[in-house]
């Protein structure tokens, strides 16, 4: 089966054909770095993550490219708040977001361009608009000519006459027409600025991820993504500028993940319900978080509330005691069980099914309900009074390929283990096999300070960490 992707622009599942056989271009669009990220950001990173892993998992070269807005208003509003320079608040906040999204298990992008190393090449941009007639200085800005691109509304599936002026979108009596968009902004007094030929200033919001992800992946991308409140005006208005540039498709496959809800409220300022990942992090394990994220198809609006997580922390947890069990056996017990390949088949049949629903727009719900039909089979196998060694490796393996698409390791606890803790493990249950429970008790009680949780299972002894 192909991989099928919903795309934006046509509004319906498309194979997948990239520009290049077994190469995938793909461009995601990164965020402004002025503060720490909130989970709306996390979404994309986390859902993009997963879409590269699983492209990857399919034989595919994947160049990822993910940029960081390191000059923009809000950065400039939070310089003048806190008396320093813009540049060493986004040094600080592109630190905080890979300490942030490497916790959450996504691995960095094998670019991450900033804004401020591309002016030569935006400069270049907007001069070649203008030239082309697509862009017009007034008053030191500059501006383009949105109705002069005849494909606009093309993604947001809009009308010119239909579209309302959007986000970072200023209206004034500099432009032509209300619908023209900032290309190049005079700078304003003690404002950060770059020389240009329309004199100081910076470039608009827009323009720097047409230009970064073409210096990046050539004219035409394979895939470009970001979340659902991009679609307007700001990839539309990539669309209306690179292709203006270039005269060719900006992006095949455009793919957008939807919102993320507070209790049921959409995430907003005004509402005072900004749910940073920093603060997520002190409080719950980053890998909770990111199954949460992945438990609803990325397209679909995701709610974020405390049963919500709840629930997350006690599905992974399932997961994961499915997996420390089967280990458990695996280390514990002969090889005396049947070796047929009944059990073998079904295992393959969940992968089968794992796949497909991945292949068919990375549908990570479907996915991580086949890791519970792995996990069911696995406490079933279990239940046999005799199991045998390639079954229980089958299990693990299988587990441990699936798991590492959806970025949700479940061998990591291993790793926690040092000599001094198995030592431990090993006196305790040698005390209790002697009937000294007083010590058993001490070494529990001595677990329990540093964090650790010792469980008594029919599998025999194992430990994890507490919440």
């Known amino acids: 089966m192909s991989i099928q992707i919903f795309n934006s622009l046509?509004?319906?599942?498309?194979?997948?054909?990239p520009l290049e056989e077994g190469k995938v271009k793909m461009y995601v669009c990164g965020p402004t770095v002025y503060n720490y990220i909130h989970i709306g950001n996390a979404r994309p990173v986390i859902v993009y993550d997963t879409v590269r892993r699983h492209l990857q998992y399919r034989g595919y070269d994947v160049k990822y490219v993910s940029n960081f807005t390191d000059v923009d208003d809000k950065l400039i509003k939070a310089a003048n708040e806190l008396g320093q320079e813009v540049p060493e608040i986004a040094e600080r906040f592109?630190?905080?977001?890979?300490?942030?999204?490497?916790a959450l298990g996504c691995a960095e992008a094998d670019v991450h361009p900033l804004v401020t190393d591309h002016m030569a090449q935006i400069i270049e941009f907007i001069v070649a608009l203008i030239e082309k007639g697509y862009a017009y200085e007034s008053q030191g800005d500059v501006y383009y000519r949105t109705r002069k691109f005849e494909g606009y509304g093309?993604?947001?599936?809009?009308?010119?006459?239909e579209l309302k002026v959007g986000a970072r979108?200023?209206?004034?009596?500099?432009?032509?027409?209300?619908?023209?968009?900032?290309?190049?902004?005079?700078?304003?007094?003690?404002?950060?600025?770059?020389?240009?030929?329309?004199?100081?200033?910076?470039p608009g919001w827009h323009i720097e991820c047409s230009v970064m992800a073409r210096e990046h992946l050539g004219d035409t991308i394979d895939i470009h993504a970001g979340g659902q409140d991009l679609t307007f005006p700001h990839h539309e208005n990539e669309i209306a500028q690179s292709e203006a540039f270039t005269g060719k498709p900006f992006a095949h496959y455009w793919m957008h993940n939807g919102y993320i809800n507070i209790d049921n409220e959409k995430m907003s300022k005004s509402l005072n319900n900004f749910v940073l990942v920093n603060d997520i992090l002190k409080e719950l394990d980053p890998q909770v978080l990111r199954f949460f994220m992945l438990s609803v198809h990325y397209r679909?609006?995701?709610?974020?509330?405390?049963?919500?997580?709840?629930?997350?922390?006690?599905?992974?947890?399932?997961?994961?005691?499915?997996?420390?069990?089967?280990?458990?056996?695996?280390?514990?017990s002969a090889d005396l069980g049947d070796h047929s390949d009944t059990w073998v088949h079904k295992i393959e049949e969940i992968k089968t099914a794992f796949i497909e629903t991945m292949d068919d727009d990375f549908n990570t719900a479907n996915a991580i309900s086949s890791l519970f039909d792995l996990s069911r089979l696995s406490n079933?196998?279990?239940?046999?009074?005799?199991?045998?060694?390639?079954?229980?490796?089958?299990?693990?393996?299988?587990?441990?390929?699936?798991?590492?698409?959806?970025?949700?390791?479940?061998?990591?606890?291993e790793e926690l283990l040092d000599e001094e803790v198995e030592a431990l493990m090993a006196e305790r249950i040698e005390a209790r096999k002697n009937r000294d429970f007083a010590r058993a008790d001490e070494i529990r009680?001595?677990?329990?300070?540093?964090?650790?949780?010792?469980?008594?299972t029919a599998q025999g002894t194992r430990w994890k960490r507490g919440q």
């Open 10 to 17: 046509s509004r319906q599942k498309e194979e997948f054909i």
């Open 94 to 102: 592109i630190a905080a977001y890979f300490e942030n999204t490497k």
């Open 154 to 161: 093309k993604l947001s599936h809009q009308s010119v006459d």
């Open 169 to 202: 979108v200023e209206t004034g009596d500099k432009k032509e027409d209300e619908l023209d968009f900032v290309l190049w902004k005079a700078a304003k007094p003690k404002e950060i600025s770059w020389d240009s030929p329309w004199g100081k200033g910076r």
């Open 300 to 332: 679909h609006p995701i709610n974020y509330s405390q049963q919500l997580v709840e629930d997350a922390v006690a599905g992974l947890e399932r997961l994961r005691t499915a997996y420390a069990n089967l280990k458990h056996r695996l280390s514990a």
């Open 380 to 413: 079933t196998y279990l239940l046999e009074k005799q199991t045998a060694t390639a079954v229980l490796e089958t299990f693990i393996a299988v587990f441990d390929e699936l798991a590492s698409i959806l970025g949700l390791p479940f061998n990591q606890q």
């Open 445 to 456: 009680d001595l677990f329990k300070e540093q964090n650790i949780i010792l469980e008594d």
